[in-house]
């Protein structure tokens, strides 16, 4: 192993360390973003549209699902394939959530958006090569992007949000998510460009999806855990 690969495998290692308890609890609407929600009734179109972009940034699990997705997506345009379906779905679960008001529990969502980041990292170490049947991944991917919109929009509907400038404010929030996801998109990709061009990509790619197995079922665990104890 040359000094280039040690260096990106000590850091994918310790990246891995540090933010493994933070993927275990995932993320919501808490502090003050959440007593902003309660207590500005009224359109207010751009700190939605940032919390958009900040709950997205910070979202552990669809960071985790969107890793998956593009782990072995060489070329751009597939990326943008991939990518705009998975977008599409949430977009359209969020804001059907949120203005319908169809809830769904949090912790069991959550616990579905786990598995979908089980599903990801199994398909990319080819565990469908040897069964009967294999999933059609853009649909596959299309899918759980409508169980990551209803998750954002149970988290939401968890606020007592004001139903006053409602739609305006929901499609900030919307427009939001996709910036947001947007910037997190081109740092994971930026990641992967440069992994890919040392042994280590190679090496340890798999890996990398078994990590991704790990931090999702363990997002599974702890959801499943919070459904049975606190729901």
């Known amino acids: 192993m040359n000094y280039r690969d040690f260096k990106l495998t000590f850091f994918i290692k310790s990246l891995f360390i540090f933010i493994l308890p933070l993927i275990i609890y995932a993320h919501g609407i808490t502090g003050a973003d959440q007593e902003f929600l309660s207590n500005n ?3 207010h179109f751009i700190p939605y549209l940032y919390l958009g972009a900040k709950h997205m940034v910070t979202g552990y699990d669809h960071l985790l699902f ?4 593009i782990f072995f997506l060489y070329k ?22 949120v203005l319908s008001g ?7 969502i959550d616990a579905i958006i786990g598995f979908s980041v089980v599903y990801k990292a199994f398909e990319n ?9 294999r999933p059609n991944t853009k649909v596959a991917v ?3 992007g409508l169980f990551h919109g209803f998750g954002l929009s149970s988290k939401l509907q968890d606020i007592a949000l004001s139903p006053e400038g409602i739609i305006y404010n929901m ?3 919307n427009i939001g998510v996709e910036i947001g996801q947007f910037i997190a998109l081109a740092f994971i990709l930026l990641f992967f460009n440069y992994w890919r061009q040392t042994e280590s990509f190679n090496k340890h790619a798999n890996n990398g999806n078994y990590f991704l197995m ?6 599974i665990t702890f959801q499943l855990s919070g459904y049975y104890l606190l729901s």
Do not use: C, E, M, Q
């Open 142 to 144: 299309f899918i759980f």
């Open 171 to 173: 499609i900030g929030f």
């Open 102 to 108: 169809i809830n769904v529990n949090v912790y069991l």
């Open 41 to 43: 009734p009224g359109v």
């Open 214 to 219: 790990i931090a999702g079922f363990l997002l």
């Open 66 to 69: 969107l890793a998956g997705v």
């Open 76 to 97: 751009i345009k597939d990326v943008a394939i991939y990518v705009t379906l998975f977008a599409i779905g949430h977009s359209a679960t969020l804001l059907l959530g």
């Open 125 to 133: 170490i080819g565990g469908f090569n040897n069964l009967p049947f």
